[in-house]
């Protein structure tokens, strides 16, 4: 049984004034049972939002870290300082990066294997743009990310969370269709499955692009569809809120497929 991760990634969103006003009205609404939730602030907020959230069972995490534990990186942020002010969880690979900071797959690895040095969860995201959906290449692009992070990560794959987020359903509103969304994340799994074995069963697979509280029941009652990353939505106490339900209600109900 693969539990349900809702992931918020606020992007360079927020201050201290919204930490505030987001968690008290987070909190008011009801936690929904057997989901996970983690919340991606900008790390200045990482603490505050952490305390403001204590007891509410939300891990906190950052966007993005440097390759090397420490050293003249001017601007930087290594996965052991991340760490240290208690993120558990990383992102690596958002496709904000690859695009505008020139993270190639070979950057993506190496972050990959310093979250995982420094024992942070990391979420490797993957997608396609339009122009290779559009030309037929959107399974090779994101197998060959997979592959890529799979070379370098070894066995230790298997401690990797995917995010399959389409480029071109980010921030766009446009949102993949289920049915595109599953064939993907089914492909996805055949190629962890390739790297891992038998444990790419139990490997959550999150969707990723213009999720929101409408579309979130329909994209999560898919078979691979194991939990979203969350951008705009995530900014919304009350619709994250209704998101995690979401999952919740699909978690809860006994004809949304076996999950492992
Ligand atoms: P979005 O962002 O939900 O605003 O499309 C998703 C993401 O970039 O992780």
New binding site residues.
């Given amino acids: 049984m693969r539990t349900p991760l809702i992931a918020g990634?606020w992007?360079m969103h927020g201050s201290s004034a919204f930490v505030a006003e987001f968690a008290g009205r987070f909190t008011a609404q009801p936690r929904a049972p057997g989901v996970e939730v983690l919340l991606l602030p900008p790390a200045p907020y990482l603490q505050e939002l952490a305390e403001a959230l204590a007891g509410r069972g939300v891990a906190v995490g950052v966007q993005n870290v440097h390759d090397r534990p420490d050293g003249a990186f001017t601007g930087e942020l290594s996965a052991e300082m991340a760490r240290d002010i208690g993120a558990t969880w990383t992102l690596v690979g958002?496709?904000?990066r690859r695009l505008s900071c020139g993270e190639t797959d070979e950057v993506v690895a190496a972050k990959l294997l310093a979250a995982l040095r420094a024992h942070l969860q990391p979420i490797l995201?993957v997608g396609e743009t339009l122009a290779e959906r559009d030309s037929g290449s959107a399974v090779a692009v994101v197998e060959r990310q997979i592959a890529s992070a799979a070379a370098a990560c070894g066995a230790a794959m298997t401690r990797v969370t995917v995010?399959y987020?389409p480029v071109w359903?980010?921030?766009?509103g446009r949102t993949a269709t289920p049915v595109q969304a599953q064939d993907m994340h089914a492909a996805i799994r055949v190629r962890l499955g390739r790297a891992c074995g038998s444990a790419a069963d139990a490997m959550r697979i999150l969707y990723?692009?213009?999720?929101k509280p409408d579309n979130a029941a329909t994209l999560l009652a898919e078979v691979d569809i194991d939990g979203a990353?969350?951008?705009?939505?995530?900014l919304q106490p009350d619709g994250f809120a209704a998101i995690v339900a979401a999952a919740a209600d699909v978690a809860a109900d006994p004809s949304s497929g076996d999950r492992n």
Avoid: D, P, T
């Avoid at 990723?208 to 999720?211: F, I, K, L, Q, T």
């Fill in positions: 990634n992007k958002h496709s904000e995201c995010a987020e359903a980010i921030g766009s990723g692009g213009s999720v990353l969350v951008g705009g939505a995530s």
